[in-house]
């Protein structure tokens, strides 16, 4: 794999083998270039190095601790009044508008790469006709990238690049290197601040045998963060929350707005045996009670700093979990 990062203060690491490919990211906006890559390849293991989740062995035989994440998962699997075979990702989705971004059924193209794409079945992401894909938040307010599963859909050594914006400020750039029966899984931890991503792909070599030649690549499990109210997220662990910002569209375009002080979130967490709600300030810390499973949380409202009109449908809440 050819790995290069612009833009960012970057570390990859990853393994290869001939199903999978893991790769994990690192990113912090400035203006300094760097670029990292270690990669080795076998045929037979695969191993990850990823700055999103850890799975440890904690004993000899099958129990194992894992590290709470918090994150919303866009599965493409729930978009409303969907095609049973393929249509284009509605802006709003998610609370993303999205530009040259189709769902394909991957049970009608068995002779494809969206086949090792998917991972919540049956609905990938994909770029017709090779198309530069663009992702921007509603109303413009910043989200996080975390991670996403992605592979070539008709082509080996596809090459693929992400870009990260800010108010017109690329504060993201990466290049990788995809093929159509190794899936790659692309971890940022620390990919935040963003209101537009773009993915785009070129040259390649087309696979024999396959339906198309073209170059498009398919997607699934894009996690990112940046709720609205009644936006849910998946949590996974005995975690505690952070409200790391509350972001508000009234805010000037080349600013992050923090609500700080008695600015505050109300959350609904609930799994399939208990629930409950908390509040957690602008900048401050709660402890989860719902234990180890994976539970939902829902951002039910949103009260501004004393003074500020309330308005929760302008705001975007970053939610993270240690």
Known sequence: MNTSMTNTSSTITSTTSTSSTSTSMKSTSSTSTSAASTSTRTSTTSTTKTTLTTTTTTTTTTTTTTKPYCTTRITFDDIFNQSATSGIVPNGYNNLNWTNAVYVNTSTMPLSGYLYAVTSVPYVAT??????????????????????????????????????????????????????????????????????????????????????NGTEFAFDDLFYNGLRVGGTMEVCGDATLHVSS?????????????????????????????????????????????????????????????????????????????
């Open 246 to 322: 509350i972001n508000d569209s009234r805010c000037p375009a080349n600013v992050m707005c923090f609500w700080a002080g008695q600015a505050k979130v109300q959350l609904l967490l609930s799994n399939k045996v208990a629930s409950t709600t908390m509040d957690i300030i602008a900048g401050a810390s709660a402890q989860a009670t719902l234990g180890t499973n994976v539970y939902t949380v829902t951002l039910d409202d949103v009260i501004p700093y004393p003074g500020m009109n309330k308005n929760p449908s302008e705001a975007i809440v970053t939610v993270t979990c240690s």
């Open 127 to 212: 770029n017709p006709g090779g198309a530069m894909m663009q992702i921007t938040s509603v109303n413009g307010t910043s989200f996080s990238f975390d991670s996403m599963t992605i592979t070539a859909a008709w082509r080996n050594n596809l090459a693929w690049t992400i870009y990260g914006y800010r108010s017109g400020v690329n504060t993201l750039a990466g290049s990788f290197a995809l093929n159509v029966l190794n899936r790659t899984t692309l971890t940022c931890g620390s990919c935040t601040n963003y209101d537009t991503l773009y993915f785009g792909t070129s040259g390649g070599t087309p696979y024999p045998g396959l339906a198309n």
